[in-house]
């Protein structure tokens, strides 16, 4: 059974704050990774992905990836109210079939 | 370019009554999802196709869960009968699915319909 292991928070941050969220799986051959967003009532939005080890930043979201490690972050910088919500990892694995972690419930308070 | 496109939003059933839900993914798009997602945790992955041939089903409970995925295009779902635990949102999403691409297995999510069984 391949895993995606997020903790489930809340993650409080202030605004203006860096929200840093985790992600680690279990299967060493998974190859892509994804960054969902869902707000409560609502199904997730695709907000960032990423192939190869290392930092891939879109405006103010950055990716980190580090696949010897099998972890893969996502930084959220100067967050704001609008920006709480579920953040949801996904990994795909050697077979191609994606799984979710439960997700971590970002807080952001002004 | 329409999103993924889901009905019904809501349906309340009775245990052992039988509920279908409809999928239209974005147009092109060669792969379909079906997720479970009960409240507080991740979507589950019921089912997925790449065009009308499935890719893995392992978490489909077959006894009773069942879905199509006619000409490649439009998909069903069917839980027949249902029981209180299958109380949950159930979600389609779609994926380019473009052999080369990089960004083949990124998924676009419906809005999900909501399934109650009372």
């Known amino acids: 059974q391949k895993e995606v292991e997020q903790n489930s928070g809340p993650l409080s941050v202030p605004e203006g704050a860096i929200a840093s969220l985790n992600c680690t799986y279990s299967d060493r051959v998974s190859q892509s990774f994804f960054w969902y967003r869902q707000y409560s009532g609502k199904s997730p939005e695709l907000i960032m992905s990423?192939?190869?080890?290392g930092d891939k930043e879109d405006g103010r979201f950055t990716a980190q990836l580090n696949k010897a490690s099998q972890y893969v972050s996502l930084l959220i910088r100067d967050s704001q109210p609008s920006d709480s919500a579920t953040y949801l990892c996904?990994?795909?694995?050697?077979?191609?079939?994606?799984?979710f972690g439960r997700g971590t419930s970002l807080i952001v308070h002004p | 370019e329409a999103g993924v496109a889901q009905s019904p939003r809501y349906k309340i059933i009775e245990k052992r009554q039988s509920v279908a839900f409809w999928c239209n993914p974005i147009s092109g798009h060669a792969t379909l999802y079906w997720y479970q997602q009960i409240l507080g945790q991740g979507p589950k992955l019921l089912i997925q196709f790449q065009n009308n041939g499935v890719v893995d089903d392992s978490q489909l409970p077959k006894d009773r869960f069942s879905a199509e995925r006619l000409k490649g295009v439009d998909s069903t779902l069917k839980i027949q009968p249902a029981k209180l635990e299958d109380s949950a949102v159930y979600l389609c999403a779609s994926s380019p699915g473009l052999a080369g691409s990089l960004r083949r297995y990124e998924q676009y999510f419906g809005p999900g319909t909501r399934l109650t069984v009372t």
């Open positions: 990423i192939y190869s080890n």
């Open positions: 996904a990994v795909l694995g050697g077979s191609y079939i994606p799984t």
